[in-house]
């Protein structure tokens, strides 16, 4: 039997104890508003600000079935000297993204992995022996430049791609991709958290460019109770037209309009200013797959988060190795992080309040 001056000592240290662990997971959280990255990040394209790796989890996670999680792997050493890293050699801010990326992959190996930057001047032929030499089995290619560098070796190294928007259809038989194109599945959930009437979403694409997008889409939207209307556009005057023909029936209580990454319709100079001067008249809520449309007056978007996305490429490395081979073609990116335009949501008449605000990682206005 414990007396009582052991008994109050205990209860202090159980008391110390729970303190501490509180103190921790508040830290873990991270801080009262969403972090925002450094200034020279926001210059790339499809950067990713990385957020607090112990952040809670958000909804997005639980789309994730048990089938398709993957956790991370530690392998042997000889797993990961089976590894290299594909990455074109630029500057700032191209760099920084790679290195993210590079940093996640490393984290999923639990070592260091081989990296090899590749220019256009690059020898294809000179990059095989290095390869071989180093018994270099998966190759996971960064950028448009990193997956072409390997276009032309051998078949026997097998390809992890990510980094690249998308990949041609005859190519993507024979390797695994992981797009920069968020999920249409991620990009209906929050539109639903944020505006649960909406029933329609409004997509006008180029199908050169995400057919194999739209395939998803209408999943997604059958899963989350919203009616897809898909236009097809191959040209900027057709995208244009398709748009003015849209927003003369359009109803913004219940209709939204998604824009994908694609370079016809969504085209910065000519079609994007039209698109956010009609949605904002019109009151009609506008989401992307672009984090600078955000800043530009789109409601939210989804981004890469470059760390995660970089586990997610080791990881299907691994699973190379291992022996999985059945994985094959262009996959949606899940890894992302979400920002928000607080002033085109009040223009619509959506109050998000400070605690709803804490779910995203990029808020427009900067607070």
């Given amino acids: 039997m414990i007396r009582r001056p052991q008994l109050s000592v205990a209860l202090v240290r159980l008391w110390l104890i729970a303190c501490a662990w509180s103190v921790s997971i508040e ?43 993957t956790e991370p792997k530690r392998v042997d050493a000889s797993a990961t000297a089976s590894i290299a890293v594909v990455y074109p050699d630029l500057g700032e801010p191209y760099r920084s993204v790679f290195i993210q990326i590079i940093e996640g992959i490393e984290d999923a190996a639990g070592a260091p992995v081989r990296q090899y930057a590749v220019g256009s001047n690059t020898d294809p032929s000179d990059l095989r022996a290095q390869l071989r030499r180093n018994g270099v089995k998966v190759a996971i290619t960064l950028g448009r430049q990193g997956l072409k560098a390997m276009s032309g070796l051998d078949k026997d190294i097998a390809v992890v791609a990510g980094g690249v928007l998308s990949v041609p259809e005859a190519e993507s038989r024979n390797l695994l ?55 097809e556009a191959r040209d900027l005057s057709s995208a244009a037209r398709t748009y003015e023909a849209a927003f003369a029936t359009i109803d913004g209580k219940r209709d939204a309009i998604w824009l994908p990454q694609d370079s016809t319709t969504v085209d910065e100079s000519a079609v994007l200013p039209m698109i956010l001067k009609e949605s904002w008249n019109r009151n009609v809520p506008v989401f992307s797959s672009s984090f600078i449309h955000v800043k530009k007056g789109v409601l939210f978007a989804l981004y890469p988060n470059n760390v995660e996305m970089g586990r997610t490429l080791a990881n299907s490395a691994f699973g190379i190795l291992s022996g999985d081979s059945r994985r094959r073609g262009v996959l949606p ?32 206005p900067e607070p």
């Fill in 177 to 231: 991709a992981v797009s920069l194109t968020p999920d249409p599945a991620l990009l209906f959930s929050r539109l639903k958290n944020l505006l649960p009437g909406m029933r329609r979403v409004i997509v006008i694409y180029n199908p050169q460019q995400n057919e194999w997008l739209i395939r998803l889409a209408r999943e997604a939207a059958r899963v989350h109770g919203l009616e897809l209307v898909t236009y």
């Fill in 27 to 69: 830290a873990s959280a991270g801080p009262d508003r969403p972090r925002q990255g450094g200034a020279d990040k926001s210059l790339a394209p499809h950067a990713a600000w990385d957020t607090p790796l112990l952040r809670p989890v958000r909804y997005e996670s639980a789309l994730i079935s048990l089938a398709d999680a």
């Fill in 333 to 364: 990116l899940r890894e992302v992080n979400t920002a928000v335009n607080v002033r085109t949501a009040s223009h619509i008449g959506l109050n998000i309040g400070y605690q709803q605000q804490r779910s995203f990682d990029y808020i427009f």
